[in-house]
């Protein structure tokens, strides 16, 4: 079989993936919207041989050991597709993120959007976008995001065949920079696997629920009239309702302590998120959003992007940030095979 090589960039969502109605198929208790970030990819080539005696994973430059779990999820990730396929060959999996691990992006979108389209790419299935989506969804949620094109909805759908994601707009349909500014590189202390398990523990989850539909329907429309004012207020908001069920989310830890809920942000999280404040008081259109981590994501349009920049490096001092810009960018595709 041939050797096929994809790439898929990582997504920065809108509308947050935040709690699941099934953990086995990653279906989602919302839809959620996002952007594909144009500075944020992983290449995966996989091929599938006859001669192999079993996977072999090996992630930037270094092979996994077989019980590294994050080996076993990709061949997790190759039987659904050797199912599909009706194969039982073995592959080699090589794959390379252009971004740091913890930088504050998910590498697990665009990692199983490139694994998923250059595993069906090698396996020899011909799969629509909707398909390559919904498989990439079983691998890791957010994925289902990165394989359409620019400004994406995953509908959340009832079941495995209604929960995929469609394209709102080409990446070229507006000019949004995302200047992500990672305050730090540390992994975070609680993934998201655990945070989406917790929501309901929140007194706070139904009125999450309630909002949401409203909001997806604002944030589309934002993104296809392009107004920013009404995109960047949801945009906000919607990463305050996350953060809030996270922040309430109060559980007993396996060590026997209780813990009030999930702190993902930072000392400087919170100085950024405030500093936005002013910046929109001085005049500058820009808005915030956050995910499961320290990392602040600001949103502006392209004519703005240099401003925010300087403002970000003049709070920052001589703190040891990293700045991130990234424009909407396109679908997962093959690239080589
Ligand atoms: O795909 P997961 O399980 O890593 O969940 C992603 C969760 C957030 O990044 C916080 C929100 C989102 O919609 O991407």
């Given at each position: 079989?041939?050797?096929?090589?994809?790439?898929?960039?990582?997504?920065?969502?809108?509308?947050?993936?935040?709690?699941?109605?099934?953990?086995?198929?990653?279906?989602p208790?919302?839809?959620?919207?996002?952007?594909?970030?144009?500075?944020?990819?992983?290449?995966t080539?996989?091929?599938?041989?006859?001669?192999?005696?079993g996977?072999?994973?090996?992630?930037?430059?270094?092979?996994l050991?077989?019980?590294?779990?994050?080996?076993?999820?990709?061949?997790a990730?190759?039987?659904r597709?050797?199912?599909?396929?009706?194969?039982?060959?073995?592959?080699?999996?090589e794959?390379?993120?252009?971004?740091?691990?913890?930088?504050?992006?998910?590498?697990?979108?665009?990692?199983?959007?490139?694994?998923?389209?250059?595993?069906?790419?090698?396996?020899?299935?011909?799969?629509?976008?909707?398909?390559?989506?919904?498989?990439?969804?079983?691998?890791s949620?957010?994925?289902?995001?990165?394989?359409?094109?620019?400004?994406?909805?995953?509908?959340?759908?009832?079941?495995?065949?209604?929960?995929?994601?469609?394209?709102?707009?080409e990446?070229?349909?507006?000019?949004?920079?995302?200047?992500?500014?990672?305050?730090?590189?540390?992994?975070?202390?609680?993934?998201?696997?655990?945070?989406?398990?917790?929501?309901t523990?929140?007194?706070?989850?139904?009125?999450?629920?309630?909002?949401?539909?409203?909001?997806?329907?604002?944030?589309?429309?934002?993104?296809k009239?392009?107004?920013?004012?009404?995109?960047?207020?949801e945009?906000?908001?919607?990463a305050?309702?996350?953060?809030?069920?996270?922040?309430?989310?109060?559980?007993n830890n396996?060590?026997?302590?209780?813990?009030?809920?999930?702190?993902?942000i930072?000392?400087?999280?919170?100085?950024?998120?405030?500093?936005?404040?002013?910046?929109?008081?001085?005049?500058?259109?820009?808005?915030?959003?956050?995910?499961?981590?320290?990392?602040?994501?600001?949103?502006?349009?392209?004519?703005?992007?240099?401003?925010?920049?300087?403002?970000?490096?003049?709070l920052?001092?001589?703190?040891?940030?990293?700045i991130?810009?990234?424009?909407?960018?396109?679908?997962?595709?093959?690239?080589?095979?």
């Amino acid at each position: 079989m041939p050797k096929v090589t994809a790439m898929a960039h990582a997504n920065l969502a809108f509308i947050k993936y935040w709690g699941k109605v099934d953990f086995k198929l990653n279906l989602p208790v919302n839809g959620s919207i996002s952007m594909n970030l144009s500075s944020a990819t992983t290449t995966t080539s996989v091929h599938f041989d006859g001669r192999l005696k079993g996977d072999t994973v090996i992630l930037d430059g270094t092979e996994l050991k077989p019980d590294d779990p994050r080996a076993a999820k990709v061949s997790a990730h190759l039987d659904r597709v050797r199912k599909l396929a009706e194969i039982d060959t073995s592959a080699k999996v090589e794959t390379e993120n252009n971004f740091p691990q913890g930088a504050g992006f998910a590498s697990s979108a665009s990692g199983f959007a490139a694994l998923t389209v250059a595993a069906a790419g090698s396996a020899e299935l011909t799969l629509d976008q909707k398909a390559l989506s919904r498989l990439a969804r079983a691998g890791s949620g957010s994925a289902a995001r990165s394989i359409p094109a620019g400004f994406v909805e995953w509908l959340a759908g009832l079941d495995d065949h209604s929960s995929y994601a469609i394209q709102i707009a080409e990446p070229d349909h507006w000019d949004l920079r995302d200047v992500a500014v990672v305050v730090s590189d540390q992994e975070k202390a609680v993934p998201s696997t655990q945070g989406h398990k917790l929501v309901t523990n929140s007194p706070y989850w139904q009125a999450r629920k309630n909002q949401v539909a409203h909001r997806l329907n604002r944030v589309t429309y934002a993104i296809k009239e392009r107004k920013f004012d009404v995109f960047g207020q949801e945009l906000e908001a919607e990463a305050m309702a996350m953060h809030a069920i996270a922040l309430t989310s109060a559980h007993n830890n396996s060590n026997g302590t209780w813990t009030s809920g999930i702190y993902y942000i930072l000392p400087d999280t919170l100085e950024l998120m405030r500093a936005v404040q002013q910046w929109r008081a001085d005049g500058l259109p820009v808005y915030f959003t956050l995910d499961a981590g320290p990392t602040v994501h600001l949103m502006c349009e392209a004519q703005h992007a240099n401003q925010v920049q300087d403002a970000v490096r003049e709070l920052q001092n001589d703190r040891d940030w990293q700045i991130i810009v990234s424009e909407p960018a396109g679908g997962a595709r093959v690239i080589d095979g």
